[in-house]
T-cell receptor, first 115, second 112 residues
Framework: DAGVIQSPRHEVTEMGQEVTLRCKPI?????LFWYRQTMMRGLELLIY????????DSGMPEDRFSAKMPNASFSTLKIQPSEPRDSAVYFC?????????????FGEGSRLTVL | SQQGEEDPQALSIQEGENATMNCSYK?????LQWYRQNSGRGLVHLIL?????REKHSGRLRVTLDTSKKSSSLLITASRAADTASYFC????????????FGKGTKLTVNP
């Protein structure tokens, strides 16, 4: 089992540039989550999908952030334009969730540095 | 907003000792989970305890849950240097929410 696959693992970009992070969830999982991790704020849930439909995007910081899940095997998180305060590790996680329970399987993360 | 808060923030022990980490939360939950994160890696699920359970074991891990105090503890017995990592509790709230909200973690160092 390949696990959750994220790309790129590391990204360094300049302020104002567009950043696209990618995630392939575990096959058969029906929920996908995007988290952001920083020293100051810890792990924050940005958005999650169930059966490819966005369920809760209340954690998305602002309109510069957008996420899509065009099919069950692929999701993107886009930041446009990027700012230095977006520097963080972004994690994708997937789960086979039934109502009220389920463990998350995390990818290895994408470390974003915005200069 | 943060639901779970781990205590202590950092813990340093010697190999062979037991490590206890605590988690407090604020609202009612469906379940509470513990995760481990090695430096530079993703989080790995350790154990899940449901709101109607009081204690659960998995290998060298023991988790307790006290819903009246809104707290949980993770005990790692006979620690090893390989247990060095950050440990997070995560809560799933009641009311049908599927969101897991994580605390800021306890950084455990096990010295050989």
């Amino acid at each position: 089992d390949a696990g959750v696959i994220q790309s790129p693992r590391h990204e360094v970009t300049e302020m104002g540039q567009e950043v696209t992070l990618r995630c392939k969830p575990i096959s058969g999982h029906n929920s996908l989550f995007w988290y952001r991790q920083t020293m100051m704020r810890g792990l924050e849930l940005l958005i999650y999908f169930n059966n490819n439909v966005p369920i809760d995007d209340s954690g998305m910081p602002e309109d510069r952030f957008s996420a899509k899940m065009p099919n069950a095997s692929f999701s993107t998180l886009k930041i446009q334009p990027s700012e230095p305060r977006d520097s963080a590790v972004y994690f994708c996680a997937s789960s086979l969730l039934t109502t009220g329970s389920g463990e998350l399987f995390f990818g290895e993360g994408s470390r974003l540095t915005v200069l | 907003s943060q639901q779970g808060e781990e205590d202590p923030q950092a813990l340093s022990i010697q190999e062979g000792e037991n490590a206890t980490m605590n988690c407090s939360y604020k609202t009612s939950i469906n379940n509470l989970q513990w995760y481990r994160q090695n430096s530079g890696r993703g989080l790995v699920h350790l154990i899940l305890i449901r709101s109607n359970e009081r204690e659960k074991h998995s290998g060298r891990l023991r988790v307790t849950l006290d819903t009246s105090k809104k707290s949980s503890s993770l005990l790692i017995t006979a620690s090893r240097a390989a247990d060095t990592a950050s440990y997070f509790c995560a809560t799933e709230r009641g009311g049908g929410s599927e969101k897991l909200v994580f605390g800021k973690g306890t950084k455990l160092t096990v010295n050989p």
